[in-house]
Every structure is written in structure tokens, then in C-alpha cells.
């Protein structure tokens, strides 16, 4: 074993006894001004550095992915730093390009704490892109204001076979630069997440050059030439896998896989192109970090979950709105810890509609071990006080 898998590993050690936080420390029955509160500690925390991560703390969102349910669910959002938070959009402005906005470490590690600040969440997501692993592969990437992304596209066999097979990683050293930063603020509870995107999902936007609808140039391109495919897969497995170890060397606590678009594959296409790369991920990741906690993000996965988490080896699954709860609570929450799974726009909705989906929600998976989470990434016409009506309403849950 290298030297530097040693350190990686002894940073990670996930052998450490759990202190379960107590109610108190988690902020529960706080007047509705305390989802501010983190911008004072995340303050307090920047003058004291030297006190930082001195002695292992509790943090309950990662009790929860190691086995331990929470009375009170730990609650992040997807995509939680973004276009419905002024103070996103101001900073955004300011860096130019979205690009330049991930790979500016003051500026990515700046937004990242925005959210925190404001809610007070359990956890913090890096703020970055899935799509600069493609980047950092040597693809063209792209974001056009009000158009998404836009990338060369690998649409041919042969366009496929000049894809590089190793990304070039000091372009993504800005994302390690920014996940130390943040992990030298983040209150000792706030739990850090590093994430990359699932194969299947990555190269949906590498095949099309774009976001499609319906994903249909990668799923054509994996029916008509499933092998010149596996290679764009194989590149992302092998250079997901670099990117999460790196992302855990800069202070992340657990990881995120997002297969977005995962639900429109048929089962056997689902089997070959989402569950087995991912499977490959985790084993990768853990082949050097033991105990790795990785949380797997396949939407629209439905009735094929089970199998997911069967043949993943995830410690949790984020779950879209639409999962049945029964299914989930007997096949998938029986196994590993479940994250979501509200509908994004019940939250732009608000008032008593809102209150009823929490509360759903919370009847439906707060008895096992549940993270509060979206069913998908928040959207920007979100309103910020109906975020604070969620955060409240979990918060005030006895479980
Ligand atoms: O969750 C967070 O707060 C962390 C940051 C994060 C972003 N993208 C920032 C972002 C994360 C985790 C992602 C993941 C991501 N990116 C996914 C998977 C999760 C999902 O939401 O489905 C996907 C498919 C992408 C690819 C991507 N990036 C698209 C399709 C777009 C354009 C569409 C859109 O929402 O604008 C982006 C751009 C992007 N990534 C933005 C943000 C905040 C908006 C860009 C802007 O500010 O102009």
C-alpha cells in the first residue's frame, strides 16, 4: 500500500466510537429566528482554526448513513447552493462563468457555506458540477446562460475512441482547494459531502453534446454500439473513482453518486449501465477507504431500488417524490438509510400543501433511518421562506 493511501485511510478512520448528538445540540424547539444561527459559528469558527476537527465530533448525518437513526431526521437539500439564494446569485455574477464559479476556491468554497448559513443544514455539498470530470477528460464543457450545458459530442464509434482515458487532475486540485476551506469552517456537526456523477448519467450529456428529454442519443448509442459505449463508461468508473478519493483526501466526510437520468433505462439496460458502474465506484472507492460512506442517487430507479441497493453496496439511497413508500420501507429502508423525498415543487407551492408533504414524508420513513432531503434539486423560483417552513416543520418533529 502506498504511503498516501495510508494517510487517506487513517484521515477516514470511521472506527470511531458514535456519540449520538443530544436534542439540544441539534436545535430542536429553537425559535424560528435559529436556522440563522450558523452565521455566527461558521464566524467564530474562521478565528479558531487550530480548535478545528481537535477531537472526532458527532455528527447525526453520518450516524444516520452508519446505522443509527436520528429522532429528529438530519435535512439538506439537493442543489442547495444556487439560484434561489440572492447572495448565490450576487456571487455568480461576479465570477463570470459558472466554470469559473466552480474552479475558484474562494468563490465555490463561499457558496457552499451559503445555505448553512441561512438553515443551519446537516450538511454541506460541495459546490461543483458533475460535469468536470468530462472537463477534465479534455472535453469542451460549457454552460450557456439560461441553456444548460453544452459539450462537444462524442455521437460517433469514432469520436468515442479519442476520448482520453485519464483525466487531467490538477484541473480539479480548485475543488480539492475549495473542499479544504470549507472543511476548515464547517461546524464540527455539519457533515461535508463530495459527490461526481454516475457514469450512465455523465455520459448521457457526452454522447448528446447537451440535456436531452429523453436521453435518446446515449441510449441509441448504448443499443447500436454497446462497446465503443463501455468505453466512455470505463473512462468515467476509472476517473470517478480518482476524483472521490481526491475529494475524500480534501476533508469530505461521505460521498454522492447522481444518476439523474437512471429511471429511463429498461431493466437490463439499468442492470448494465447504472447498477454496475456504480457497484464498480463503491468497490473502487472502498478498495482504498474501507469505510466509505457513499449515498446513490438513482432517479426514477422506481420498483428496480431494491436491486439497486442489493448489487451497489450503498449506505443510503436519495429517492425521488414519486417512490412508493411501502416498497421502500420493506425493500430498500430495511437495508440501508433512505434520503428525500420531497417534491421540489410542493416547496414553491408553500402553505398547507407544503406542511402535509413534510409531514408525509416524515409518517412515511421518519420511523427508520431517513435523511430529510428534495426528491431532486431545489428549483430557482423557490421561495426562501418556504424553505424556512420546511426546515422548521422537520425540525420540530418527535420521533
Ligand atoms: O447541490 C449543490 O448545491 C451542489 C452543486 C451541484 C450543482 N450541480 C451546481 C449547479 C450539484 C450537486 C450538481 C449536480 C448536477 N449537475 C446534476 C445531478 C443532479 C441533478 O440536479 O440532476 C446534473 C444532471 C448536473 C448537470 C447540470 N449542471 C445541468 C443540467 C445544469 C443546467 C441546468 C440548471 O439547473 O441550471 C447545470 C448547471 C448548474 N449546476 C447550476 C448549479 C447551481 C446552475 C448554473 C448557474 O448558476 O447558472
Same mark, same amino acid.
Not at 424547539?29 to 435559529?34: I, Q, R, Y
Not at 453520518?62 to 436520528?70: E, F, I, K, P, T
Not at 472507492?285 to 430507479?301: C, N, S, T
Given at each position: 500500500?502506498?504511503?498516501?493511501?495510508?494517510?487517506?485511510?487513517?484521515?477516514?478512520?470511521?472506527?470511531?466510537?458514535?456519540?449520538?448528538?443530544?436534542?439540544?445540540?441539534?436545535?430542536?424547539?429553537?425559535?424560528?429566528?435559529?436556522?440563522?444561527?450558523?452565521?455566527?459559528?461558521?464566524?467564530?469558527?474562521?478565528?479558531?482554526?487550530?480548535?478545528?476537527?481537535?477531537?472526532?465530533?458527532?455528527?447525526?448525518?453520518?450516524?444516520?448513513?452508519?446505522?443509527?437513526?436520528?429522532?429528529?431526521?438530519?435535512?439538506?437539500?439537493?442543489?442547495?447552493?444556487?439560484?434561489?439564494?440572492?447572495?448565490?446569485?450576487?456571487?455568480?455574477?461576479?465570477?463570470?462563468?459558472?466554470?469559473?464559479?466552480?474552479?475558484?476556491?474562494?468563490?465555490?468554497?463561499?457558496?457552499?457555506?451559503?445555505?448553512?448559513?441561512?438553515?443551519?443544514?446537516?450538511?454541506?455539498?460541495?459546490?461543483?458540477?458533475?460535469?468536470?470530470?468530462?472537463?477534465?477528460?479534455?472535453?469542451?464543457?460549457?454552460?450557456?446562460?439560461?441553456?444548460?450545458?453544452?459539450?462537444?459530442?462524442?455521437?460517433?464509434?469514432?469520436?468515442?475512441?479519442?476520448?482520453?482515458?485519464?483525466?487531467?487532475?490538477?484541473?480539479?486540485?480548485?475543488?480539492?482547494?475549495?473542499?479544504?476551506?470549507?472543511?476548515?469552517?464547517?461546524?464540527?456537526?455539519?457533515?461535508?459531502?463530495?459527490?461526481?456523477?454516475?457514469?450512465?448519467?455523465?455520459?448521457?450529456?457526452? $454522447? /448528446?453534446? #447537451? !440535456?436531452?428529454? +429523453?436521453?435518446?442519443?446515449?441510449?441509441?448509442?448504448?443499443?447500436?454500439?454497446?462497446? =465503443?459505449?463501455?468505453?466512455?463508461?470505463?473512462?468515467?468508473?476509472?476517473?470517478?473513482?480518482?476524483?472521490?478519493?481526491?475529494?475524500?483526501?480534501?476533508?469530505?466526510?461521505?460521498?454522492?453518486?447522481?444518476?439523474?437520468?437512471?429511471?429511463?433505462?429498461?431493466?437490463?439496460?439499468?442492470?448494465?449501465?447504472?447498477?454496475?458502474?456504480?457497484?464498480?465506484?463503491?468497490?473502487?472507492?472502498?478498495?482504498?477507504?474501507?469505510?466509505?460512506?457513499?449515498?446513490?442517487?438513482?432517479?426514477?430507479?422506481?420498483?428496480?431500488?431494491?436491486?439497486?441497493?442489493?448489487?451497489?453496496?450503498?449506505?443510503?439511497?436519495?429517492?425521488?417524490?414519486?417512490?412508493?413508500?411501502?416498497?421502500?420501507?420493506?425493500?430498500?429502508?430495511?437495508? $440501508? /438509510?433512505? #434520503? !428525500?423525498?420531497? +417534491?421540489?415543487?410542493?416547496?414553491?407551492?408553500?402553505?398547507?400543501?407544503?406542511?402535509? =408533504?413534510?409531514?408525509?414524508?416524515?409518517?412515511?420513513?421518519?420511523?427508520?433511518?431517513?435523511?430529510?432531503?428534495?426528491?431532486?434539486?431545489?428549483?430557482?423560483?423557490?421561495?426562501?421562506?418556504?424553505?424556512?417552513?420546511?426546515?422548521?416543520?422537520?425540525?420540530?418533529?418527535?420521533?
Amino acid at each position: 500500500m502506498r504511503s498516501e493511501d495510508c494517510t487517506l485511510e487513517a484521515s477516514h478512520d470511521l472506527s470511531q466510537p458514535k456519540i449520538a448528538a443530544s436534542d439540544d445540540d441539534r436545535g430542536m424547539a429553537k425559535p424560528a429566528s435559529a436556522v440563522y444561527q450558523e452565521r455566527e459559528t461558521v464566524s467564530r469558527s474562521l478565528a479558531e482554526p487550530a480548535l478545528l476537527n481537535a477531537i472526532p465530533s458527532p455528527k447525526p448525518f453520518l450516524d444516520v448513513l452508519s446505522g443509527q437513526r436520528q429522532p429528529v431526521p438530519p435535512l439538506w437539500m439537493m442543489r442547495q447552493a444556487g439560484r434561489y439564494l440572492p447572495e448565490y446569485r450576487e456571487l455568480r455574477a461576479k465570477a463570470g462563468g459558472f466554470l469559473d464559479l466552480c474552479f475558484t476556491p474562494e468563490f465555490a468554497a463561499e457558496v457552499t457555506l451559503q445555505p448553512i448559513r441561512r438553515f443551519n443544514f446537516d450538511a454541506a455539498i460541495i459546490f461543483s458540477d458533475i460535469l468536470v470530470i468530462p472537463y477534465a477528460l479534455g472535453r469542451a464543457v460549457r454552460f450557456e446562460v439560461g441553456e444548460g450545458p453544452r459539450l462537444d459530442p462524442l455521437d460517433t464509434p469514432e469520436k468515442i475512441e479519442t476520448l482520453a482515458s485519464e483525466a487531467d487532475f490538477a484541473k480539479l486540485e480548485p475543488v480539492y482547494e475549495a473542499l479544504r476551506r470549507v472543511r476548515a469552517v464547517l461546524d464540527p456537526k455539519i457533515a461535508l459531502i463530495g459527490f461526481c456523477g454516475a457514469p450512465w448519467t455523465v455520459a448521457t450529456y457526452m $454522447v /448528446a453534446g #447537451q !440535456g436531452t428529454p +429523453d436521453q435518446a442519443p446515449a441510449r441509441m448509442m448504448a443499443y447500436q454500439n454497446p462497446d =465503443a459505449f463501455s468505453n466512455i463508461i470505463d473512462a468515467l468508473v476509472a476517473n470517478s473513482i480518482e476524483y472521490l478519493l481526491g475529494q475524500l483526501r480534501a476533508g469530505a466526510d461521505c460521498l454522492q453518486i447522481f444518476d439523474t437520468w437512471a429511471g429511463v433505462l429498461p431493466p437490463r439496460e439499468f442492470e448494465r449501465w447504472s447498477i454496475e458502474p456504480t457497484h464498480r465506484i463503491v468497490a473502487g472507492v472502498r478498495a482504498k477507504v474501507p469505510g466509505a460512506k457513499i449515498i446513490g442517487f438513482p432517479r426514477g430507479a422506481g420498483a428496480l431500488l431494491p436491486a439497486y441497493v442489493e448489487a451497489t453496496n450503498v449506505d443510503a439511497v436519495s429517492i425521488d417524490w414519486a417512490a412508493e413508500p411501502s416498497l421502500i420501507r420493506e425493500r430498500v429502508q430495511s437495508k $440501508v /438509510a433512505v #434520503q !428525500g423525498n420531497l +417534491d421540489p415543487l410542493v416547496l414553491i407551492a408553500g402553505g398547507a400543501a407544503l406542511d402535509r =408533504a413534510v409531514d408525509d414524508v416524515l409518517a412515511n420513513f421518519a420511523m427508520g433511518r431517513l435523511i430529510f432531503n428534495l426528491g431532486h434539486g431545489i428549483q430557482p423560483e423557490t421561495p426562501i421562506a418556504h424553505v424556512e417552513q420546511m426546515v422548521k416543520r422537520v425540525r420540530a418533529y418527535r420521533g
